[in-house]
């Protein structure tokens, strides 16, 4: 059983997964976040590469990114930082991105390589479905990477049931169509949960996307496995004096 399996058999809900960019605010800040997340109470790190062109993201992830590619941030000196991060991190550790460089890097190079690390999954938001069916999703597979499609409220139940199938790990709930980072009235997003909750998927599914504090963490757990928190973590980043005290009040002020 792998780790993200493992986390959800031992803890079905109440999931907090804290999205953090690599190489941000500082180049060799990684492991230092990182260590800070999981010690103060986060269940997974999803670890973002930054990406000159994200889609998904809002502008502090944007700004995030930004700086983290000044820093010199890449994919091979991502996985330079992460060699025998293992030794400190236990928690599962997704890797989120983006296409374009993962396939300058080779995509079959990129799961090798981070299935040897080891992380334990991968969210691609531009990865089309077909293309994972047909090409990616086997390769992931091979080197038993788990990978997360997102839906959002639009999604049709066909499609998202489909998503379930294909997904492993969870399933990221998106609370809205639009960017990370934007404010969400939680009593919208409540229905759409509850309606993904009656398809019985066979993930459990995480909420991200508007998750900032434990009001809004408390109420995506009503109706759902947990929550991915991202925009606000990044912000309290950025004014950060020090990462350790900044993260533990950071975390302390969403699950206590």
């Known amino acids: 059983m792998n780790r993200i399996a493992e986390l959800f058999q031992r803890k ?17 800040a990684t492991l230092t976040v990182m260590k800070a997340l999981q010690d103060n109470g986060a269940d997974i790190i999803e670890l973002g590469m930054p990406y000159s062109d994200p889609l998904a993201d809002g502008p502090v992830i944007q700004h995030s990114g930004s700086v ?12 330079g930082q992460l060699h025998d991060f293992r030794k400190q991190i236990y928690v599962p550790v997704i890797l989120m991105g983006y296409m374009n ?15 040897a690390l080891p992380v334990d999954g991968l969210i691609l938001p531009d990865l089309p479905e077909h293309e994972f069916e047909t090409e990616y999703g086997a390769i992931m597979q091979r080197y038993g990477l788990d990978f997360i499609f997102l839906v959002t409220p639009e ?26 980072g934007s404010d969400k009235n939680m009593t919208d997003v409540t229905a759409y949960l509850e309606r993904l ?7 459990p599914v995480l909420v991200g996307f508007g998750i900032k504090d434990k009001q809004t963490f408390d ?8 929550a991915i928190i991202g925009t606000a973590y990044i912000k309290a980043l950025e004014s950060a004096a020090g990462i350790s005290e900044t993260t533990a009040a950071f975390i302390k002020n969403v699950i206590s």
């Open 68 to 79: 983290a590619l000044a820093n010199g941030m890449t994919i091979t000196e991502l996985f």
């Open 197 to 203: 909750k009656s398809y019985q998927l066979k993930n």
């Open 101 to 115: 460089p993962v396939l300058q890097y080779g995509f079959e190079k990129f799961c090798q390589h981070a299935a």
């Open 12 to 28: 079905p809900n109440n999931v907090l997964n804290v999205y953090c960019t690599a190489g941000y605010p500082q180049l060799n």
């Open 155 to 180: 999604t049709s139940e066909e499609r998202i049931k489909k998503l379930d199938q294909l997904s492993t790990g969870f399933l990221y709930a998106v609370s809205s169509s639009s960017t990370t």
């Open 219 to 226: 109420a995506a757990c009503k109706h759902a496995n947990g």
